[in-house]
């Protein structure tokens, strides 16, 4: 049982827009910035969006990040065939469970 | 050019010992904390416990604690976890990664080693 919880799948089609939910509390995302990573299948995961908003350089802007209270939600805007990967949130966490903590992953499926 | 590098795929029977390494280059090693995450076949990600090079100071997941000790050699930029008695249950792809603090609160793994495979059966 992962400590943030998130869908086990999403779909979409191509260019559509699909949101990603990670839900945790206030020991987590609550007190600290989310993080997400996608793990392309075979591949290391690389991390996507941190400090809630901001992507790495590489990252195309369709991938976009935000939180409101203890949830956070990835977009992905003009959803493209290499977009379909694993994708997990991740946070600091000021308990007993920390100091890191992941969500369970969402397999984002494009149809 | 910041690079995490993994030693190679392992296999080996229950009750034997291991250890992994986890070499980074391109940064000041002894600056950044470097975790250590397990992922399982077919299933997520999980966190194992973290180091910090300069002083070696640990933290493990209360889920790791006592499974596996997590260690850093500065001298030549290199961490590693290591087992002292394997069991089929550890079978699994385990990825080390920078921690780099976040301007805000916490910090976010920005580069991954490529993993490596531990495989354990008799």
């Known amino acids: 049982q992962s400590v943030l919880t998130q869908p086990p799948s999403a779909s979409g089609t191509p260019g559509q827009r699909v949101t990603i939910s990670c839900s945790g509390s206030?020991?987590?995302?609550?007190?600290?910035?989310v993080n997400w990573y996608q793990q392309l299948p075979g591949t290391a995961p690389k991390l996507l969006i941190y400090?809630?908003?901001k992507r790495p350089s590489g990252v195309p802007d369709r991938f976009s990040g935000s939180k409101s209270g203890t949830s956070a939600s990835l977009a992905i805007s003009g959803l493209q065939s290499e977009d379909e990967a694993d994708y997990y949130c991740?946070?600091?966490?000021?308990?007993?469970?920390?100091?890191?903590?992941f969500g369970g992953g969402t397999k984002l499926t494009v149809l | 050019e910041v690079q995490v590098v993994q030693s190679g795929a392992e296999v080996k029977k229950p009750g034997e010992s291991l250890k992994i390494s986890c070499k980074g280059s391109?940064?000041?090693?002894?600056?950044?904390?470097i975790g250590w995450v397990r992922q399982m076949p077919g299933k997520g990600l999980e966190w194992m416990g973290i180091?910090?090079?300069?002083?070696?100071?640990?933290r493990y997941s209360p889920s790791f604690q006592g499974q596996v000790t997590i260690s850093a050699d500065k001298s030549i930029s290199t961490a590693y976890l290591q087992w002292s008695s394997l069991k089929a249950s550890d079978t699994a792809i385990y990825y080390c990664?920078?921690?780099?603090?976040?301007?805000?609160?916490?910090?976010?793994?920005?580069?991954w080693g490529q993993g490596t495979l531990v495989t354990v059966s008799s």
């Open positions: 990664a920078r921690l780099t603090p976040d301007i805000l609160t916490g910090y976010y793994l920005d580069y």
């Open positions: 180091i910090y090079p300069g002083d070696s100071d640990t």
């Open positions: 206030s020991s987590n995302i609550g007190s600290n910035t």
């Open positions: 991740a946070s600091w966490d000021d308990s007993l469970n920390g100091p890191v903590v």
């Open positions: 400090s809630d908003s």
């Open positions: 391109g940064y000041s090693f002894t600056s950044h904390w």
